[in-house]
C-alpha cells in the first residue's frame, strides 16, 4: 500500500523569500514521485518528478525537490517566491505495475506582497 | 502543441437529467483516467481505460459511466446527476513507452441546480 502526508495545508511566504513545502510518502515498492500545481479552477500541471535517476530534481519556475529514501520525504523547495505560485500544490506517488497515483491532502501557498 | 481538451469548461445541469463530460487528446497515450475533484480536496480517481479495457474503482457509484469510442476520445456520462456529484472533473493520459507522469486537462466544472 501506498500513502502520502503533506505535512502543512496551509503555507504563506512573502515575495522573495524561500518555499518549502513538506511531504512524506509510504510505498511498498520504489516510488515515482510526482509534484503537481493547480491554480485556481485550472487543471494539474506537472512541476517536477522524480523516477529512481538523481535525487535531487529540478521542475519549472525554479521549483526543485530532494528524494530522501532515509527520511521517506520529497520535499518542494524555491528560493525565490513570486506572486504567480500562489497554487495549489499535491504530492503524488505512483508505484506498482498498475500505475495508480495516489495524492497527498494538498497544500495551498499564498503569496504575500 | 500536443495536449489534452476538455469540453466543456463550464457545464451546468439540473437534478437528474443526464450530462456528458468530453475528453480528447493528441498525445495518442494509450491510458485515458477520469478524476473527480471537490472542493479544497485531491482528485479521486473514477475509472481509466488501458486502450480498451475498462478499469472500474470499487468505489465509483453505478451512476458514473464511462466510453471510449477512439483512442483520442473519452467520455463521462453521469446517468442521473445529484447535488453531491457537483465537482470538478478531470481527465488525464500517460503514454506507456518509457514515460510514466499523467497529462492532465484544464478540467471541466460541473454544477447541479
Known amino acids: 500500500a501506498q500513502s502520502v502526508t503533506q505535512l502543512d495545508s496551509h503555507v504563506s511566504v512573502s515575495e522573495g523569500t524561500p518555499v518549502l513545502l513538506r511531504c512524506n510518502y509510504s510505498?511498498?515498492?520504489?516510488?515515482?514521485l510526482f509534484w503537481y500545481v493547480q491554480h485556481p479552477n485550472k487543471g494539474l500541471q506537472l512541476l517536477l518528478k522524480?523516477?529512481?535517476?538523481?535525487?535531487l530534481v529540478k521542475g519549472i519556475n525554479g521549483f526543485e525537490a530532494e528524494f530522501k529514501k532515509s527520511e521517506t520525504s520529497f520535499h518542494l523547495t524555491k528560493p525565490s517566491a513570486h506572486m504567480s505560485d500562489a497554487a495549489e500544490y499535491f504530492c503524488?506517488?505512483?508505484?506498482?505495475?498498475?500505475?495508480?497515483?495516489?495524492f497527498g491532502s494538498g497544500t495551498q501557498l499564498t503569496v504575500l506582497p | 502543441d500536443a495536449m489534452v481538451i476538455q469540453n466543456p469548461r463550464y457545464q451546468v445541469t439540473q437534478f437528474g437529467k443526464p450530462v456528458t463530460l468530453s475528453c480528447s487528446q493528441t498525445?495518442?497515450?494509450?491510458?485515458m483516467y477520469w478524476y473527480q475533484q471537490k472542493s479544497s480536496q485531491a482528485p479521486k480517481l473514477l475509472f481509466h481505460?488501458?486502450?480498451?479495457?475498462?478499469?472500474n474503482e470499487a468505489d465509483t457509484p453505478d451512476n458514473f459511466q464511462s466510453r471510449r469510442p477512439n483512442t483520442s476520445f473519452c467520455f463521462l456520462d453521469i446517468r442521473s446527476p445529484g447535488l453531491g456529484d457537483a465537482a470538478m472533473y478531470l481527465c488525464?493520459?500517460?503514454?506507456?513507452?518509457?514515460?510514466?507522469?499523467?497529462?492532465f486537462g484544464p478540467g471541466t466544472r460541473l454544477t447541479v441546480l
Open positions: 510505498s511498498s515498492y520504489s516510488p515515482s
Open positions: 498525445l495518442n497515450h494509450n491510458v
Open positions: 522524480y523516477t529512481s535517476a538523481a535525487t
Open positions: 503524488v506517488v505512483m508505484s506498482g505495475s498498475a500505475r495508480q497515483l495516489t
Open positions: 481505460y488501458y486502450d480498451k479495457d475498462f478499469n
Open positions: 488525464a493520459t500517460r503514454g506507456t513507452s518509457g514515460q510514466n507522469e499523467q497529462f
